[in-house]
């Protein structure tokens, strides 16, 4: 058997995070900027980095994963 959890993918990142892949790069993310707090955010292009990151956070161990649904702004 499987041993997964669902989590929820964000939509956005802040730009200083370092979750958004970079593409081919070449192409440049969406971003704009938030106003309660001064900061910038990118649509997220891949889950690659932040499901890594959520593995780690998580405390997942060998043997256990997670899986997402990816909602995509384009």
Known sequence: ALCLKRVS????????SGLNDDLNGVER?????IKEDG????????????????????????????YTDMNAIR
């Not at 993918?9 to 730009?15: I, K």
């Not at 993310?29 to 900027?33: G, K, L, Q, R, T």
């Open 9 to 16: 993918a964000p939509l956005f990142v802040d730009n200083g």
């Open 29 to 33: 993310a969406v971003s704009f900027d």
């Open 39 to 66: 900061q910038t955010a990118s649509v997220v292009h891949s889950l690659a980095k932040w499901k890594r990151m959520a593995l780690s956070r998580y405390g997942f161990s060998a043997g256990e994963g997670l």
